[in-house]
């Protein structure tokens, strides 16, 4: 689990951060690879060595260098790039982490095998049938293809099928994928009849909900048995479809209908949130962001931490750490002996996101509370004291949004020192915060955001690499030259 992660997270490195040129011998890579084909990693390519590339020499397939975080030593995985942003659209599932000085090889014998010597295979595509050749489509699909008779091509497998943190213009997004932030915290699903964000937690809890896009249905409505609902990047929309002619939902992007041309790209960011571009020759212009506030996503204040609507980041506890509120916790309090907790009572908080949140109507708050503490799965519940409502939160606390007193949290907390051991219940009644502290945490919470802030940079620095509001560095046409030389500073 943290190895794949940190497999992943290396591609949250920032380009802009590293001044990097990296040089591209054109002449030197071909438009497809036929089997037979084997190239080792040649690390005298500072950031980025081409191995493939598409027709239009706007993608390429290779080996790209970047590293996770400043103490994080540069890892290596196999990627399709967009050349002038030096963006990375697809990259291959590794099972752990390789570093850049790996001497690893990607060979071609039918199927696409990234191996090194000492470990042998580190990711293939599937042996199921031999291919004759791989190519890079001028989408950016990657494909392994077995050339027919005739002019036929059967498609065996293409990348465009195994999303990473990305889909592009025309790919089709199906219930049999998911897309994944790179440091794998969030995932994006299409579901029946709708597409959804859920933040992915560790220790077997299911992921949980926290944005949801059902289709509208306006020009064509969702037939039962009629087939699966997909969705794909369109010219300024994201549409789902059950088949080819007409969509049961378009979600319009900024740029909806104005006939703007650029290559189209989503992705689910590290911030957790959905953000669609296109590329207007110079930056990815954002284009859509689907969630407007970051308090709608749930971890945006951290573990038990208070998002204000109004700007600042506090902590349940009413404590003003500028860090962290409370250690972020996993699993659930079922194990034989682990049935001990704390608990923190908390009024005026809410979560971000109730329509998809499990209710019941209850008689009290009493009752609400009670029903989390004897049920081990339960980590909290917020009663609303208007409607009678009760939201059991069946996961560890992430952040929850200020509200009015009428709402009112209780939450179950670790025994700090771990382990426990002891079979009788401790119940700590931590604190029960009014409206007092709230008023002080916020205030201190505009600090403590903007240190969080820098210390997210980053992160947010890579993936706005070369994204609007940011300023480009030079930019070199590609296409022009044999020998390429990309500088982003
Ligand atoms: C290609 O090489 C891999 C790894 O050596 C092997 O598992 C696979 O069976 C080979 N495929 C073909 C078609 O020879
Ligand atoms: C991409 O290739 C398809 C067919 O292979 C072609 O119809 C289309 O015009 C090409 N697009 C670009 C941008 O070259
Ligand atoms: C997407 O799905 C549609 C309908 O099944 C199909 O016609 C189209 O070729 C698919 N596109 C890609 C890129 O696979
Ligand atoms: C596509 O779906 C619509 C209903 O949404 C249906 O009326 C139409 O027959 C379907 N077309 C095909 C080719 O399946
Ligand atoms: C792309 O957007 C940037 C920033 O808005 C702008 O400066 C630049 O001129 C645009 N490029 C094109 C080709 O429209
Ligand atoms: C605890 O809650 C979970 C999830 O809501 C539920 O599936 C389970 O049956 C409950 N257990 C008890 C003992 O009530
Ligand atoms: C909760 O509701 C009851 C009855 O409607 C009311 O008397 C009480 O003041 C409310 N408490 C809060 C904290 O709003």
């Given at each position: 689990?943290?190895?794949?992660?940190k497999?992943?997270?290396?591609?949250?490195a920032?380009?802009?951060?590293?001044?990097?040129?990296t040089?591209?011998?054109a002449?030197?890579?071909?438009?497809?690879?036929?089997?037979?084909?084997?190239a080792?990693?040649d690390t005298?390519?500072?950031?980025?060595?081409?191995?493939?590339a598409?027709?239009?020499?706007?993608?390429?397939?290779?080996?790209?260098?970047a590293?996770?975080?400043?103490?994080?030593?540069?890892?290596?995985?196999l990627?399709?790039?967009?050349?002038a942003s030096?963006?990375?659209?697809?990259?291959a599932?590794?099972?752990r982490?390789?570093?850049?000085?790996?001497?690893?090889?990607?060979?071609?014998?039918?199927?696409?095998?990234?191996?090194?010597a000492?470990?042998?295979i580190?990711?293939?595509t599937?042996?199921?049938?031999?291919?004759?050749?791989?190519?890079l489509?001028?989408?950016?699909?990657l494909?392994?293809?077995k050339?027919?008779?005739?002019?036929?091509?059967?498609?065996?497998?293409?990348?465009?099928?195994f999303?990473?943190?990305?889909?592009v213009?025309?790919?089709?997004?199906?219930?049999?994928?998911?897309?994944?932030?790179?440091?794998q915290?969030f995932?994006?699903?299409?579901?029946?009849?709708?597409?959804?964000?859920?933040?992915?937690?560790?220790?077997?809890?299911?992921?949980v909900m926290?944005w949801?896009?059902?289709a509208m249905?306006?020009?064509?409505?969702?037939?039962?048995?009629?087939?699966?609902?997909?969705?794909?990047?369109g010219?300024?929309?994201?549409?789902?479809?059950?088949?080819e002619s007409?969509?049961?939902?378009?979600?319009?992007?900024?740029?909806?209908?104005?006939?703007?041309?650029g290559?189209?790209?989503?992705?689910?960011?590290?911030?957790?949130?959905?953000?669609?571009?296109?590329?207007?020759?110079t930056?990815w212009?954002?284009?859509?962001?689907?969630?407007?506030?970051?308090?709608?996503?749930?971890t945006?204040?951290?573990a038990?931490?208070?998002?204000?609507y109004?700007?600042?980041c506090?902590?349940?506890?009413?404590?003003?750490k500028?860090?962290r509120?409370?250690?972020?916790a996993?699993?659930d309090?079922?194990?034989?002996?682990?049935?001990?907790?704390?608990?923190?009572?908390?009024?005026?908080?809410?979560?971000?996101?109730?329509?998809?949140?499990?209710?019941?109507?209850?008689?009290?708050?009493?009752?609400?509370?009670?029903?989390?503490?004897?049920?081990?799965?339960?980590?909290g519940?917020?009663?609303?004291?208007?409607?009678?409502y009760?939201y059991?939160?069946d996961?560890?606390?992430?952040?929850l949004?200020?509200a009015?007193?009428?709402?009112?949290?209780?939450?179950?907390?670790?025994?700090?020192?771990?382990?426990?051991g002891?079979?009788?219940?401790?119940?700590?009644?931590?604190l029960?915060?009014g409206?007092?502290?709230l008023?002080?945490?916020?205030?201190?919470?505009?600090?403590a955001?903007?240190?969080?802030?820098r210390?997210?940079?980053?992160?947010?620095?890579?993936?706005g690499?070369?994204?609007?509001?940011?300023t480009?560095?030079?930019?070199?046409?590609?296409?022009?030259?044999?020998?390429?030389?990309?500088?982003?500073s």
């Amino acid at each position: 689990m943290a190895a794949a992660a940190k497999v992943l997270s290396f591609l949250t490195a920032s380009f802009l951060l590293v001044h990097l040129v990296t040089t591209v011998a054109a002449s030197s890579v071909g438009h497809e690879i036929r089997r037979g084909f084997s190239a080792g990693h040649d690390t005298s390519y500072s950031q980025f060595q081409p191995l493939l590339a598409d027709p239009t020499g706007v993608f390429s397939l290779g080996f790209l260098r970047a590293a996770a975080s400043d103490s994080d030593s540069d890892q290596l995985n196999l990627v399709v790039l967009h050349l002038a942003s030096s963006t990375a659209l697809w990259h291959a599932a590794l099972a752990r982490p390789l570093l850049w000085e790996a001497p690893v090889s990607l060979s071609f014998n039918g199927s696409l095998v990234l191996s090194d010597a000492e470990t042998g295979i580190l990711w293939s595509t599937p042996a199921i049938d031999a291919g004759d050749r791989l190519v890079l489509l001028n989408s950016s699909n990657l494909q392994v293809q077995k050339l027919a008779a005739m002019t036929a091509v059967v498609v065996l497998w293409e990348s465009f099928d195994f999303p990473a943190n990305t889909l592009v213009q025309g790919q089709n997004f199906t219930s049999a994928a998911d897309v994944k932030s790179t440091d794998q915290r969030f995932s994006m699903r299409v579901e029946e009849s709708y597409l959804a964000l859920y933040m992915e937690l560790p220790g077997g809890t299911p992921p949980v909900m926290y944005w949801r896009h059902a289709a509208m249905e306006a020009k064509a409505e969702i037939v039962a048995g009629g087939g699966p609902i997909y969705a794909q990047v369109g010219e300024g929309f994201l549409g789902m479809y059950q088949n080819e002619s007409a969509p049961v939902d378009v979600l319009p992007f900024k740029s909806f209908n104005l006939g703007i041309r650029g290559f189209r790209r989503l992705t689910l960011e590290s911030d957790g949130n959905l953000r669609a571009y296109y590329w207007n020759g110079t930056i990815w212009a954002k284009d859509l962001e689907a969630i407007a506030d970051r308090c709608d996503i749930p971890t945006s204040c951290g573990a038990y931490g208070l998002c204000d609507y109004s700007g600042g980041c506090g902590c349940l506890d009413g404590a003003r750490k500028a860090d962290r509120c409370l250690p972020a916790a996993s699993g659930d309090f079922c194990a034989a002996g682990a049935n001990e907790f704390g608990i923190l009572r908390r009024k005026g908080v809410d979560l971000a996101n109730k329509v998809l949140a499990a209710n019941e109507k209850v008689g009290s708050l009493e009752e609400c509370e009670a029903s989390c503490e004897r049920n081990c799965s339960c980590w909290g519940a917020i009663y609303n004291n208007a409607s009678g409502y009760c939201y059991r939160l069946d996961y560890p606390i992430q952040s929850l949004v200020a509200a009015d007193e009428s709402k009112e949290g209780y939450f179950k907390l670790r025994p700090s020192g771990g382990g426990g051991g002891r079979s009788r219940k401790v119940k700590v009644a931590f604190l029960a915060v009014g409206s007092l502290v709230l008023v002080g945490t916020t205030t201190a919470a505009v600090v403590a955001y903007g240190v969080r802030r820098r210390r997210r940079g980053v992160t947010a620095r890579v993936e706005g690499s070369m994204v609007e509001g940011l300023t480009p560095g030079p930019y070199k046409d590609l296409n022009s030259a044999s020998f390429r030389s990309i500088e982003l500073s």
